[in-house]
């Protein structure tokens, strides 16, 4: 089973437009880590944000926000204002955090979010 | 300063030819990771070391051999290539909490876009 679920494949926003990325996950454990990674165009991967399951706070950086409800076992992403260069693949991951060797530091990803932003 | 790097950046090949990536950390980071990245852009998790102690082997074919010599250190070989593993490879470093059993974030280097011909 998919532990971790980026339902929407594509999305096209138009410069200047809110847009939130679903991202919904499954996991028994109770101590667990959510992240958030964005791929631009050129390749590389980039650290977006961390969250523990003990933090249901949402954050806000900038024109990035985060929703993270342990009731729907979702952590959304929106972005406000959006701009050409937030073009990216989203990709939304789940580490459980026992401690067992096996499944040490392992992130399970989702299968991307394409966000397209038209000026 | 490049945290976790790669190289080389692209390597095409010819099918049945060995080949190796090396990637390199200067985070101080005790744990590196393989992931090899689809066409689809599917991520999934390869190999990790912690501590140059191999933790993770997913269900890859034995072609693939990670070689970790140091902590900051963490290289890929892969032999006799086959245009399946045509793929951008990404290695990782992430620091490894025992007193919590957690994982720090992983950070990604650049990626090697490997294409078997």
């Known amino acids: 089973a998919q532990k971790v679920t980026q339902a929407q494949t594509e999305i096209s926003v138009v410069e200047k437009e809110d847009v939130t990325l679903d991202c919904v996950y499954e996991?028994?454990?109770?101590?667990?880590?959510l992240f958030w990674y964005k791929q631009p165009p050129s390749g590389e991967l980039v650290f977006l944000i961390r969250?523990?399951?003990?933090?249901?706070q949402n954050e806000i950086s900038g024109r990035y926000s985060w929703n993270f409800q342990k009731s729907t076992s979702s952590f959304n992403f929106t972005i406000t204002a959006s701009q050409v260069v937030d073009s990216a693949v989203y990709f939304c991951?789940?580490?459980?955090?026992?401690?067992?060797?096996?499944?040490?530091?392992?992130?399970?990803f989702g299968r991307g979010t394409q966000l397209t932003v038209w000026p | 300063d490049t945290a976790v790097s790669q190289t080389p950046k692209y390597l095409v090949t010819q099918m049945g030819n060995d080949k190796s990536i090396k990637c390199e950390q200067n985070?101080?980071?005790?744990?590196m990771y393989w992931y090899k990245q689809d066409s689809k852009k599917f991520l999934k998790i390869m190999f990790s070391?912690?501590?140059?102690?191999?933790?993770i082997n997913e269900t890859v074919p034995n072609r693939f051999s990670p070689k970790s010599p140091d902590k900051a250190h963490l290289n890929l070989h892969i032999n006799s290539l086959e245009l399946g593993d045509s793929a951008v490879y990404f290695c990782?470093?992430?620091?490894?909490?025992?007193?919590?059993?957690?994982?720090?974030?992983?950070?990604f280097g650049p990626g090697t876009r490997l294409t078997v011909l």
């Open positions: 990782a470093s992430s620091h490894h909490n025992p007193l919590v059993g957690s994982t720090d974030t992983q950070y």
């Open positions: 996991t028994r454990d109770t101590t667990y880590y």
């Open positions: 969250r523990n399951s003990f933090d249901e």
């Open positions: 991951a789940l580490s459980e955090a026992l401690n067992r060797g096996s499944t040490l530091g392992r992130l399970y």
């Open positions: 985070l101080g980071h005790d744990t």
């Open positions: 070391y912690n501590n140059k102690e191999l933790i």
